[in-house]
């Protein structure tokens, strides 16, 4: 018989861990690497990068087609911009072994060309992201599906969950949430998280936890567009900082929905990265 799934809370270990040191330098807190999809459709993948840099990655580079350039540099900052012609090129650039960290997905795409760029990611072993248009791309190609591995997390809503791992889907509305997404995790080979007011996450060991959005701790403001893309970008964001896939997708977690609480009404997925430093404040960081 499995364990019971823990239940995700902020806890003073938790903060300890989001903390740097004193002496802490941008290289030492690693490099995130987003990929974002052509002219007119990076919004998704800027909101990943910027959620990815105020959780605290080092750096974080969003990688483009040359004709997305401009649009982007008009938009960004403090987050660096490369072209990403096509996956050739971007095996080239993950020869850089400081690009330790992907998210793939959010405005991504669903051509060829993005999945031979999703193929590649995976092939490079880095950890990764998988949201959005990555997941489409995963559920109807099984070479993609068999390159997952343990470095990836998987961050479906309830209908991309049903079609990746379809004949798990019916356990969902069950009773059955934590059950078919250890199956799913398994059989992935990867930590995978099931988006919703309960959040569900597990790894291939087994391990499951929970995070509660309800009652008093609800988070209604989260069901806007863009949210999901802002916590694969924190996720991603704690991988290059060193987390492993479950403990970065548990304290993303937490930290997405404190920041959803800490603004609330009105909030647009926008606002979420700018609530971080008034969540850190809070948990004592």
């Known amino acids: 018989m499995q364990a019971t799934p823990r239940q995700i809370a902020a806890t003073p270990a938790m903060a300890e861990s989001l903390r740097k040191p004193v002496q802490a330098h941008k290289y030492g807190h ?3 690497l987003i990929l974002a999809g052509g002219c ?18 080092g750096l974080v580079t969003l990688g483009c087609p040359p004709a997305a350039l401009q649009e982007n540099a008009a938009r960004l900052d403090a987050v660096m911009l490369r072209a990403v012609k096509d996956a050739d090129a971007l095996a080239a650039m993950l020869e850089d072994a ?6 793939l997905g959010p405005g991504l ?3 060829p060309r993005e999945g031979a760029l ?8 880095r950890g990764a992201v998988l949201d959005a248009d990555a997941l489409t791309l995963l559920g109807t190609d099984p070479g993609l599906f068999a390159r997952l591995h343990d470095g990836c997390v998987l961050t479906p809503h309830g209908g991309e969950f049903a079609r990746l791992f379809g004949d798990l889907a019916d356990r969902l509305d069950t009773g059955g949430r934590a059950d078919a997404v250890r199956a799913a ?15 569900v996450l ?4 087994g391990a499951a936890a929970i995070h509660s959005a309800t009652g008093t701790r609800a988070a209604p403001w989260l069901a ?39 603004f609330g009404p009105g909030l647009i997925a926008e606002d979420l990265p700018d609530m971080l430093p008034g969540v850190f404040r809070a948990m004592g960081v």
């Open 30 to 32: 690693g490099h995130a």
């Open 40 to 57: 007119g459709r990076g919004g998704a993948a800027r909101m990943a990068a910027r959620g990815a840099l105020r959780v605290g990655a």
């Open 98 to 103: 400081r690009l330790n960290a992907l998210c």
């Open 109 to 111: 795409g669903l051509g």
């Open 118 to 125: 999703v193929a590649a990611a995976l092939d490079a072993r």
């Open 185 to 199: 995790a398994a059989r992935a080979g990867c930590t995978v998280l099931l988006k919703g007011p309960e959040t």
């Open 202 to 205: 597990a790894d291939p060991s």
């Open 224 to 262: 806007t567009a863009g949210a999901g893309d802002v916590l694969a970008g924190l996720i991603a964001g704690l991988v290059a900082r060193g987390f492993a896939p479950m403990r970065a997708s548990e304290t993303a977690i937490c930290l997405h929905a404190d920041a959803a609480r800490a």
